[in-house]
């Protein structure tokens, strides 16, 4: 066992030093070291013992996901928001299926279908993020979606790992199995991270001056290990396990310096499971599955950037915002390892399998550094490239941000949405079942009595399916048809300063509704052929949504059954349109030797005009908010800059030294500044000032970032010949609590 590790250990040395100078990620090199040193490649020496290998593999995921989780923070979770659960709803869903998809046309079985459906619904944040350094395009705002989209993947991945084995175990599809283990794990979740997240940070914190940095260590390791065994015990899964307490350590005061020590340990391990992952490859295999690999590959690297785009979209980003951030997303990496090593260990899936995605994930890699270059110039050619009709169509897919004003109607319009859909997905659910758990199998059982001979034929079963789908069909037309009575929808539809991406996601969850109704009906009753299906759903859906019988039913059902339900109004609102597209904020430290030490920020404006605001200034333990010009830059302080990519990128240059930073990043978790936007009502108490940011400033406690005019589209840069006016729409930073004061609602 010493000799197969001081093996593969010098072979991946010498390999990811070619890699590194390649400017390649150094994934790629442990794989490709694993294949050099596998049991199929007999020119050089190779491991004797690889099921020892495999085992410290294992301990490497183990230390991976400890790594992942002591990085993962439910704050940075919530603050992703809907940019990286829509993605993830629409990215994963649509790659989940095309997986299973391209499986069974493959002619594999079912079980197979779900790994392989399973291992292309995640992205690698390992190459994502080495592209993003070797680009040097992490601070962009399409990057920082993307990071976001990243963190929700992995938790998918997670739950993947876990339901995964328990459909492997069960042979089936039982829903209330997978049910039953959503709950276990819930529970379990629960339980350790309210008991975990209470007690262990507390005893780090009241532990800390006896702490050195290997006692640290040392109880930190073995608490994940121990969890480790706790989630074995408890049949759920060790990855889960170890993502659990790296999450709950990095809510204790020595997070940094927990990921600082256990960081060698991770890399160690984690490349020998890298090189695991090569030593289970059979490149023979290769030559006889090279079609699998050339389809699956270009799923990979066209279906999964355009579904991660329409995922961006949904969420509200424009098109020149989402589709370089969904072309970043085209490949597979460490977590399909770990589903495909999981499936192979488990037997759950064929041994070509394997090597045939580690092969689509090498080529994947090779492309993504190219698909997230080309981002913003596949754009510029789509854009450039169309009438004027559909780049207006382009436009308003994703145009602006939620005002200020616009949560509270948020609120409303989704009360109202969400409760439509409520009462009428559970009168679905409710006739389905009736028709068949009860009525249908009666039928059923009479007919067997009095016509035998035709009982169980197609044509009943046939009449068996309309039958159920005749008496919901009114439900699923007003499930796709209606929207709130007030009409808040439309008049967010129909502004074209705001964003469509939002409202779109809001349909297509009612469409994924009605296709589900549907499918499960069609597959009881007719077929479980996924193409017919399908067929089955799409022609019912268009046959229900223009039927005025249908229309007509629902009506009368409503005004005895849904009287009751209440749809609030609203008013239009606007946003800024050039603005939205890429305005955001970011951090950065001054170096001891950068142009911003020792000069205020008036002069920085004056002498490089990059356009970016520094809205918050942190000085060890003081914060500044909205400094004004006068304020010097000192080393080591931590700045929150606004801008646009472009501005960002400019002030943040200026920061740096020709060095590499040495002060670290602030967390996110302790910044309070937002972008707000405000359509003025009457009663503001901003109404008929001038637009003087030093005077806003001082008189409202926020910065003024730009002024719209209720009657024009023009987005105008704050000075002193601008009065504000009733209607017009301000864009301000500060916190909720100054800018809820500018914000007093008309009665």
Known sequence: MLLDLALILVVAGVVTIIFKALKQPLVLGYIVAGILTGPYIGFIPTATQVESVEFWGKIGVIFLLFGLGLEFSFKKLTKVGGAGVSTVLSEAVVMFCMGFLIAKIFGWE????????????????????????????????????????????????????VLLPTLVISKTFSGVQLVTKILTITVFLLLWFTGGIYFIPTIYRKLRKLMSDETLIVVSLGLCLFMVVITLKANISEALGAFVMGSILSGTIQRDKIIALTRPIKDFFGAIFFVSVGMLVDPSVLLHYWPHVLIITLAVILVKPLAATIGFLFSGQTLKIALPAGMCMCQIGEFSYIIASLGKSMNATPDYLYPVIVTVSILTTFVTPYWAKAGDKTFGFIYNHTSSGWRNVIDRLGNGKNTFNQESRWKKLLKSYLGRVFILTTWM????????????????????????QIAG??????????????????????????????????????????????LLFLVAVKYIIAFMAISFVASLYLTRSVGAI??????????????????????????????????????????PREMANEIHMEKCVVGQNSYLAGRSIGTVHRKKDTGALVIQLTRGTKTINLPDKEQVFYPSDSLLVLGSDKQLSSFIALSKNTAEETAPLPEEDTIEMRLFQIT???????????????????????????????????????????TIEKGDTIWVVGNREKVDKLNIADD
Not at 458 to 465: E, T
Not at 695 to 716: H, P, Y
């Open 110 to 161: 079912n079980i197979t279908a779900l790994f392989v459906g399973a291992m292309l619904s995640i992205s690698s944040t390992s190459i994502i993020i080495k592209t993003f350094d070797d680009l040097k395009i992490g601070g962009k705002k399409s990057s920082q979606l993307v990071f976001g989209a990243l963190i929700c993947e992995d938790l998918v991945a997670i739950l993947l790992l």
């Open 680 to 722: 003025l009502g009457e009663k503001s108490p901003v109404l008929g000032h001038n637009a003087n940011i030093t005077a806003f400033r001082k008189e409202f406690g926020v910065l003024l970032v730009g002024v719209e005019k209720s009657d024009s589209d023009n987005f105008l840069r704050p000075n002193s010949t601008v």
């Open 457 to 502: 034929v197609f044509w009943v079963r046939l009449a068996f399916f309309l039958l159920t789908i005749g008496v919901v069909a009114p439900f699923i037309w007003a499930l796709l048809k209606l929207k709130d009575k007030e009409g808040i929808y439309d008049q967010i539809w129909a502004d074209g300063k705001f964003a469509r991406g939002p």
């Open 429 to 452: 659910a409710f006739f389905i079942l009736l028709f068949t758990k009860v009525i249908n199998p009666f039928l059923n059982s009479l007919l067997k009595s009095l016509y035998p």
């Open 534 to 575: 399908m067929l089955i759903c799409a022609t019912v859906i268009v046959l229900v949504v223009l039927s005025r019988r249908v229309k007509g039913y629902y009506s009368k059902i409503e005004k005895n059954f849904l009287t009751n339900l209440d749809s609030e109004g609203g008013r239009r609102f606007v946003v």
